[in-house]
Each structure stands twice: as C-alpha cells, then as structure tokens.
Nanobody, 128 residues
Framework: QVQLVESGGGLVQPGGFLRLSCGTTESTLDYYGMGWFRQAPGKEREGVACISSIDDTTYYADSVKGRFTISRDNVKNLVYLQMDKVKPEDTAVYYC?????????????????????WGQGTQVTVSS
C-alpha cells in the first residue's frame, strides 16, 4: 500500500503563506486522485483541495477558493498545497490522501473523502 508523508506545517501569521508537501512511495499517476484534507478540533474532516491524475481537474472547498492551490510533481512524486492569505480558521491538522475511483468526479471523491490511503497529518496553526 502506498505510504504518504506530509511536511511543511507550522505556525504562520494571518495573511501569511505556507506550502505543504506530500511525498508518496508510488507514482502520483498510479491513483485517480490526490488530495488535501483538514480537521480542526471538534470539527469534522473537510476536503480542502483535490486533483485528478487523469486530466488535472481540481476541486476546492469554498472556504479556500482563491487562496489555496493544489499541484503535483509527477517526477518527484510530490503533491503540494500552497496556502496563501491564511486565516485563523485555517488552523487544523492537514492530511494528504490518495486513491479514489475514476468512475466518480473528483468533486465527489473529495467531498466524500473517498480515498484509500492517508498520511499521518501535519499541524498548521494560524495565529498572531
């Protein structure tokens, strides 16, 4: 089973930026989708951004549209989440995931968290 390792989390001030990275032990093209999810204390896990390996279609949660960008380096087997103009409400543990079924849209896969492999998570704290 593919293993995922997130990095890049930390403390950032409101309005600042951060880039998360997710390394995979297999090719990022081997699975239908890759995505970033987050879970804040007392809240349900939320699909933040996902990308399809078939056509690079992306999905973003409304709360991060225009501020976050998901991208993929297929040579290095890395997936990134560029977080700009961060807000305190972005504070959460961020998880990388991969998998999904190509018979579903990337929106459906992301909203439902329909991935088979998950990383351990990296903490992002937005605070002054």
């Amino acid at each position: 089973q593919v293993q995922l390792v997130e990095s890049g989390g930390g403390l950032v001030q409101p309005g600042g930026f951060l880039r998360l990275s997710c390394g995979t032990t297999e090719s990022t093209l081997d699975y239908y989708g890759m995505g970033w999810f987050r879970q804040a204390p007392g809240k349900e896990r939320e699909g933040v951004a996902c990308i399809s390996s078939i056509d690079d279609t992306t999905y973003y949660a409304d709360s991060v549209k225009g501020r976050f960008t998901i991208s993929r380096d297929n040579v290095k087997n890395l997936v990134y989440l560029q977080m700009d103009k961060v807000k305190p409400e972005d504070t959460a543990v961020y998880y990388c995931a991969t998998g999904g079924r190509p018979t579903l849209t990337i929106d459906t896969v992301c909203r439902g968290g329909l991935f088979g492999s998950w990383g351990q998570g990296t903490q992002v704290t937005v605070s002054s």
